[in-house]
């Protein structure tokens, strides 16, 4: 049963290219969330999804940053003409369910620099 | 104010003491609490979970909540150095399970 799998692991972009950044939730599990992580700090909740519906999206930042969940595939976290300071670690989390108690489960991130 | 407060550390504690992390949270909400540990370059990954006020054992590991006091935190027995990493407080609130995480407490167990 694989874990919560992202890549790419590694992604170097130019500034004003785009990023993407996929995530595949554990098998079972329809929840999805996004976090970003700079160097030195903690997470940051970016948005939460379930298949096919943006539940809370009150992390992301207004422009350039998108994220999907289709009903087919994997979750899509889309950065849009990259800066700097978007270079990051993008990690990835799914849960089973709704309701208290569920834990997440974490991807090993993508590790996004921006040149 | 912060959702979830940790202090940042570093935590230093010598190999074989208990390590106490402490995690606050702002809103009285909150349901479900959670201890991820990250090694440096890594992702997180779950310790422990607790949703009742009181303690809770695991191993070396115990969580304690106080709902009351929106206070939740971990102790680690008989410390080792493998136990070095960032510790990160997670809260859930009501039924759709978005985590606010604290910003993390670096601890050392020195040999």
């Known amino acids: 049963n694989a874990g919560v799998m992202q890549n790419p692991r590694h992604l170097v972009r130019r500034r004003g290219q785009e990023a993407r950044l996929r995530c595949s939730p554990m098998k079972g599990h329809s929840h999805v969330y996004w976090y970003r992580q700079l160097p030195e700090e903690g997470l940051k909740f970016m948005v939460y999804l379930q298949k096919e519906n943006i539940i809370d999206e009150s992390g992301m930042p207004k422009e350039r940053f998108s994220a999907e969940f289709p009903k087919e595939g994997p979750s899509i976290l889309r950065i849009q003409q990259v800066v700097r300071g978007d270079s990051a670690a993008y990690f990835c989390?799914?849960?089973?369910?709704?309701?208290?108690?569920?834990?997440?489960?974490f991807g090993q991130g993508t590790r996004l620099t921006v040149v | 104010q912060k959702e979830v407060e940790q202090n940042s550390g570093p935590l230093s504690v010598p190999e074989g003491a208990i390590a106490s992390l402490n995690c606050t949270y702002s809103?009285?909400?909150?349901?479900?609490f959670f201890w991820y540990r990250q090694y440096s370059g890594k992702s997180p990954e779950l310790i422990m979970f607790i949703y009742s006020n009181g303690d809770k054992e695991d191993g070396r590991f115990t969580a304690q909540l106080n709902k009351a006091s929106q206070y939740v935190s971990l102790l680690i027995r008989d410390s080792q150095p493998s136990d070095s990493a960032t510790y990160l407080c997670a809260v859930g609130r009501n039924n759709f399970n978005k985590f606010y995480f604290g910003s993390g407490t670096k601890l050392n167990v020195k040999p």
């Open positions: 809103d009285r909400g909150s349901q479900s």
């Open positions: 989390a799914s849960s089973p369910a709704e309701g208290i108690g569920t834990e997440a489960f």
